[in-house]
Antibody, heavy 118, light 107 residues
């Protein structure tokens, strides 16, 4: 079965760039869409954006100016970069598979807590 | 953005109770509505997709209904492992948005 695992620094300084990678195992990244979602501590879920297996992207307009999602097919990975971070970007970041047109998120990675602090 | 509003925000119930959670969209989303369960410290888990389709491996006590703007998640007989927070999510249009969550607590 497909499994996803986030990795990256747990602490990022304000104004710097948050960078996370999601490694997909048990299946190929060369199909489906691949999504990032975040959840501030004690709060709800926010969709960040997705990248399709063709490399096309779609971002949440609230974050669009700061977000880049990329695909590394040879490593079966996809990545998130979020620039100019502030304390408001502190959250658990999840990667997930998205079924595309019949969109739903399954499975999810376990999540990675990223704290923005100096 | 489409706003998703869940009610109630929390519910206290006992094992064996029937529990229903409502999700309302700020505009019609056809049947593009998914439900997730999240336990503390864990990632959300897909329960129901396109309003009423049960995800593989999810117990049949979970069911979903609705279309347009009003949707319901029902747990027919609450089990100890069902105490969690439940989120609805619309996939009709991007940005995909979630409800604020409904916490199901032990009475």
């Amino acid at each position: 079965q497909v499994q996803l695992q986030e990795s990256g620094p747990g602490l990022v300084k304000p104004s710097e760039t948050l960078s996370l990678t999601c490694t997909v195992s048990g299946g190929s990244i060369s199909s489906y869409y691949w999504t990032w979602i975040r959840q501030p501590p004690g709060k709800g879920l926010e969709w960040i954006g997705y990248i399709s297996y063709t490399g096309s992207t779609n971002y949440n307009p609230s974050l669009k100016s700061r977000v880049t999602i990329s695909l590394e097919t040879s490593k079966n990975q996809f990545s998130l970069m979020l620039s100019s971070v502030t304390a408001a970007d502190t959250a658990v970041y999840y990667c997930a598979r998205d079924y595309g047109d019949d969109s739903r998120f399954d499975p999810w990675g376990q999540g990675a807590l990223v704290t923005v602090s100096s | 953005d489409i706003q998703m509003t869940q009610s109630p925000s929390s519910v206290s119930a006992s094992v064996g109770d029937r529990v229903s959670i409502t999700c309302r969209a700020s505009q019609s989303i056809n049947r593009y509505l998914n439900w997730y369960q999240q336990k503390p410290g864990k990632a959300p888990k897909l329960l129901i997709y396109t309003a009423s389709s049960l995800q593989s491996g999810v117990p049949s006590r979970f069911s979903g209904s609705g279309s347009g703007t009003d949707f319901t998640l029902t747990i027919s007989s609450l089990q100890p492992e069902d105490f969690a927070t439940y989120y609805c999510q619309q996939s009709y249009i991007t940005p995909q948005t979630f409800g604020q969550g409904t916490k199901v607590e032990i009475k």
